[in-house]
């Protein structure tokens, strides 16, 4: 069982258009965070959310932890091909200095 | 301005060999997480270290596997009598301190461990 599912599992658009991708649990999360990975690189941090109902903008991106802490959402706004990457979503339990990855959501921006 | 630094980059290793990845944290950090990550899986945890210390090893495999941080030098982690199964990206991440709600990991860029 998935403690974090993330959606759609792969997602293809063209340059210019709005997306929306959710990081969903049954469980409550304490912070959240969203990292962006590269083919053969590491992930690499976005942003940290934490308090319920909080919203983040860096640029183009906009990041929402839902009111209950159980849930997350990343909308980006006119892709690019550089946003091209596999976007995954982490959640800290508690005190926990653990993060429980989703399987992530693999973008791909057509020029 | 080096980043968390993991080496090697590619590894190859037969059944039964030993696998040792290193992982050099980024400067004035002293806090290490490793974790796994399988094709088309998220990132799993495996153990989360402090100089010397052993935080949290939940994540790591009952038998076989094994890691460090020694007071001076890269953490290790070490697979013994490698199976294919084992075969997987492994991640190293580290902290200045224990995270904050606030704060986040810098990842290296990994081993991709590759067992024949």
């Known amino acids: 069982t998935q403690l974090l599912e993330q959606s759609p599992q792969f997602l293809s658009i063209q340059e210019g258009e709005n997306l929306t991708v959710y990081c969903n649990s049954s469980?409550?999360?304490?912070?959240l965070q969203w990292y962006r990975q590269e083919p053969g690189e590491g992930p690499v941090l976005l942003v940290t959310?934490?308090?319920?109902?909080e919203v983040k903008k860096l640029k183009r991106l906009t990041f929402q932890f839902g009111d209950a802490r159980k849930d997350s959402s990343l909308h980006i706004t006119a892709a690019q091909p550089g946003d091209t990457g596999l976007y995954l979503c982490?959640?800290?339990?508690?005190?926990?200095?653990?993060?429980?990855f989703g399987k992530g959501t693999k973008l791909t921006v057509n020029p | 301005n080096a980043g968390v630094m993991q080496n090697p980059r590619h590894l190859v290793r037969r059944r039964g060999q030993e696998a040792r990845l290193r992982c050099s944290p980024m400067?004035?950090?002293?806090?290490v997480y490793w974790y796994r990550q399988l094709p088309e899986e998220g990132l799993k945890f495996m153990v989360y270290?402090?100089?010397?210390?052993?935080?949290?090893e939940s994540g790591m495999p009952k038998e076989r596997f094994s890691a460090e941080f020694p007071k001076e030098g890269p953490s290790i982690l070490r697979i013994q009598q490698v199976v294919r199964g084992d075969s997987a990206a492994y991640f190293c991440?580290?902290?200045?301190?224990?995270?904050?709600?606030?704060?986040?990991?810098?990842f290296g860029s990994g081993t991709r461990l590759t067992v024949v």
């Open positions: 959310v934490v308090t319920g109902g």
């Open positions: 982490a959640g800290r339990q508690g005190g926990s200095e653990k993060l429980v």
């Open positions: 469980s409550v999360f304490s912070s």
């Open positions: 400067k004035g950090h002293s806090h």
């Open positions: 991440a580290s902290s200045q301190e224990r995270q904050g709600f606030s704060n986040g990991y810098t």
């Open positions: 270290l402090q100089k010397e210390n052993i935080i949290d």
